[in-house]
């Protein structure tokens, strides 16, 4: 589903949508080693889930992102390049109910600068805008990172931490809008 693009409070900062030859190799770049595959870890993929991807395994990916018809996504470019992505699943799952917000900054050098916090931000006044009272999230319990984020985001837990069909652990958050 194609996402229109968000402008964020840091002019340096913008919510673009996904393009499939641009992102392809971004992705190839930002989950290729053992970089990528601590990445994939922290965001939930199972170790048996994680293989070598490819520039045409990205391109199909990109290209899910621009017409999965129960999902947005952005790419987050950040000095005008793309270090990231977030989406918005819009569909509840048995584990968690809808919107649900996740993001991930793809380009190592660009953690830690406060990038997810304001892309989120910026998806969360686009979900105000559009109606909606709550969002989700959810992350990893052994993710600090991802709990950070949220917490500072305001999320706030919501109910027990629980194991998903892959025995991870997960925790649910919300937001009241």
Do not use: C, H
């Not at 601590?38 to 991807?53: C, F, Q, R, Y």
């Not at 993001?103 to 805008?129: C, H, T, W």
């Not at 319990?141 to 917490?151: E, F, V």
């Amino acid at each position: 589903m194609k996402a229109i693009t968000l402008r964020t409070a840091d002019p340096n900062l913008i919510l673009i949508e996904p393009n499939i030859e641009r992102d392809a190799v971004n992705g190839v770049k930002w989950l290729e080693g053992d970089q990528g595959v601590a990445t994939l870890l922290k965001m939930g993929v199972p170790k048996s889930d994680i293989e070598p991807t490819s520039i045409e395994a990205e391109r199909q990916r990109v290209n899910e992102f621009l017409t999965k018809p129960d999902e947005l996504n952005w790419m987050i470019e950040y000095k005008g390049q793309v270090v990231g992505s977030i989406w918005a699943d819009l569909k509840p799952t048995k584990y968690i109910p809808s919107p649900t917000v996740a993001i991930m900054i793809g380009d190592p050098a660009a953690r830690g600068q406060g990038i997810g916090f304001k892309a989120l931000e910026a998806v969360k006044s686009y979900f105000k805008n559009i109606g909606e009272t709550k969002v989700y999230a959810r992350y990893l319990t052994g993710n600090d990172a991802s709990r950070q984020l949220t917490t500072r985001s305001g999320f706030v837990k919501e109910g027990d931490t629980y194991m998903d069909q892959d025995d991870l652990e997960w925790q649910n958050v919300v937001l009241a809008l």
